[in-house]
């Protein structure tokens, strides 16, 4: 869709618009529902009242831009209005503006006797926080998180002092040493989550702390600090988050066509695993055989925070075409004893700041309760999982195979002999060279004779990646990891699944069912988390045994 957007802004913040539009078919026919436009690319004029509320927020952040250009300034500078402090977008922001706004807005921790008692600040405290450190370039916010978490944190020495004293207590009283426990304890209470706790209750707050740990991940995964300060920040925001975002305090919603268009908007924006291709497509994920399932919460209304896809089906899938792209129409009504089984087909979590926030386990929980409810006799749940970081994994293991000239340990001799064949290549190197090529494309997933070739090759190598591969003694696979912590069965591997390039690319066109059989679920959580054991099917078992067979690793 092309869309032509001219936008006049009056004195009094009132305004118009004139669209162009191009291919509005793809636009949801609620958008325009009772409004005129017309289809060949002409200009058409809408009131407000009749622009959809994304457009309008568009306008409005443009509108907001063009007004107060005049006033923005290359320096930080306050100014006080109606007894708040405003700040204007600086470039670059100086030390001295940082400590100038810490040291107003972070409180000094009250002494352990008045804990209780101590008034809290004024609400404008955390606003200007909040405004102040979005007004930040990205690199001054990791000036300006450092300088919080380190100047702001823990005082160590009146805690170090504590620490001795309650060794010195170790022959008292139970009571005595329980009280100086819990000064301890008190002491070790970062000063900065005062300030985050204040600002979680103030409009907008939790999803700016959401989006704070965001910034504060994306520092230390990219090492542009390796402060320890920087660190325990991250804990402790995750420590406030999980217990804000526990499972009591989520509210499940089932997402359907009439949900709200902003919802809709961002269930698509946010499909991760299967994009969602436009608003037909979307529309068919909400509709008949299918479940979408999203958490909410409170303080962050009309924002999906974990978003589950389901296709209700006969049997267990075991490919993706036939969710995604065979779809019966819209209108078709549910024919109940059709139903037999439920697939999660996609699982996304929308917030990165929630990274670590146990929420996907919680959701296909509640979701098993709400179908089971809906379809009683439904007794099959089971996702249909892409396997990310297969075929990089694949690429390095024949890279190093190669490197150490150990190439011919991969495959049994008569598969080697095949590849060869089916690629023209010779013995050795070149045979190993050509596999590497093949499998990092998606062509030969169109040859029948490579899929023969390939097929038994790269099942039994896929089936050790999710079962014998590692990480600290846990699946090395991200989602083999979740599913098994959540009870799953690790139970059958399909080829070609997902022939898409996306799916070719990161997985030679594999996936894996995992079963969740919900009478063991509970037990086959607690030995993978306890003792690491994975619950296999026979399936999967016996192409680990043809790898462990047939590769001399």
Same mark, same amino acid.
């Given at each position: ?21 191009? !291919? ?56 006080? /209005? ?98 100086? $426990? ?20 103030? $409009? ?21 600090? $390796? ?14 988050? @999980? ?54 919460? &409170? ?34 009504? $549910? ?13 996304? @979590? ?17 979701? /098993? ?38 190439? @011919? ?12 064949? &089916? ?57 083999? !990891? ?5 009870? &799953? ?65």
């Amino acid at each position: 869709m092309c869309v032509s957007v001219c936008v006049c802004v009056w004195g009094g913040g009132d305004y118009s618009c004139t669209v162009s539009l191009r !291919n509005p078919e793809v636009i949801p026919s609620r958008v325009f529902t009772g409004r005129r436009f017309q289809t060949h690319g002409q200009l058409i004029s809408l009131p407000p009242a009749m622009i959809s509320h994304p457009v309008i927020w568009a306008f409005r952040s443009s509108a907001r831009c063009w007004r107060h250009r005049a006033v923005l300034k290359v320096s930080l500078r306050a100014s006080v /209005v109606g007894g708040r402090r405003w700040y204007s977008s600086p470039n670059r922001v100086g030390v001295t503006g940082m400590e100038e706004i810490l040291a107003r807005v972070v409180a000094p921790l009250p002494t352990y006797e008045t804990r209780d008692k101590s008034p809290p600040p004024p609400e404008s405290n955390s606003l200007d926080f909040m405004h102040f450190y979005k007004s930040l370039e990205k690199e001054d916010r990791l000036g300006f998180l450092t300088k919080l978490s380190q100047d702001f944190g823990v005082d160590h020495r009146s805690a170090s002092e504590l620490a001795g004293k309650l060794l010195d207590t170790q022959l008292r009283d139970l009571a005595t040493i329980l009280q100086v $426990e819990d000064r301890l304890r008190y002491c070790l209470t970062p000063r900065y989550k005062q300030l985050l706790n204040h600002i979680s209750r103030v $409009e907008g707050g939790v999803k700016f702390l959401v989006d704070l740990r965001a910034d504060v991940l994306e520092i230390i995964s990219s090492k542009a600090s $390796e402060s320890p300060h920087i660190k325990d920040l991250n804990g402790t925001l995750k420590s406030l988050l @999980s217990e804000w975002f526990s499972v009591g305090l989520l509210r499940l919603e089932r997402i359907t066509w009439q949900s709200p268009c902003e919802i809709l908007q961002k269930i698509s924006q946010y499909e991760a695993v299967h994009p969602v291709r436009n608003w037909t497509d979307l529309r068919r994920r909400v509709g008949p055989y299918r479940r979408c399932y999203a958490f909410t919460h &409170a303080a962050m209304p009309g924002e999906p925070l974990v978003v589950l896809h389901v296709a209700l089906t006969e049997d267990i899938s075991d490919n993706i075409q036939s969710i995604v792209r065979e779809f019966a129409t819209v209108d078709t009504e $549910e024919d109940v004893n059709k139903i037999n089984a439920a697939i999660f087909y996609s699982i996304s @979590s929308t917030q990165a700041g929630l990274q670590g926030v146990e929420l996907g386990n919680y959701l296909i929980k509640r979701v /098993v309760r709400e179908l089971q409810g809906e379809f009683p006799h439904m007794a099959q749940f089971s996702s249909l999982s892409p396997i990310p970081g297969f075929s990089s994994w694949l690429q390095g293991l024949l890279s190093q195979s190669r490197k150490e000239g150990r190439g @011919s340990e991969l495959l049994s001799e008569q598969e080697w002999k095949e590849v060869e064949q &089916a690629t023209d290549s010779s013995p050795g190197t070149p045979a190993v060279d050509a596999l590497r090529k093949l499998v990092g494309t998606s062509e030969w997933l169109r040859s029948e004779r490579l899929c023969r070739v390939l097929e038994p090759v790269l099942m039994r190598l896929c089936a050790w990646y999710l079962y014998g591969e590692k990480r600290r003694g846990y699946a090395l696979n991200p989602v083999a !990891n979740f599913h098994l912590q959540n009870g &799953a069965t690790m139970w059958r591997l399909n080829w070609r699944a997902d022939t898409s390039p996306r799916g070719a690319a990161n997985s030679c066109g594999i996936m894996v069912n995992y079963r969740y059989f919900l009478s063991e679920t509970s037990k086959n959580s607690s030995l993978y988390l306890q003792s690491k054991a994975v619950a296999a099917s026979e399936q999967v078992l016996g192409l680990v045994s043809q790898f462990q067979k047939n590769s001399k690793l």
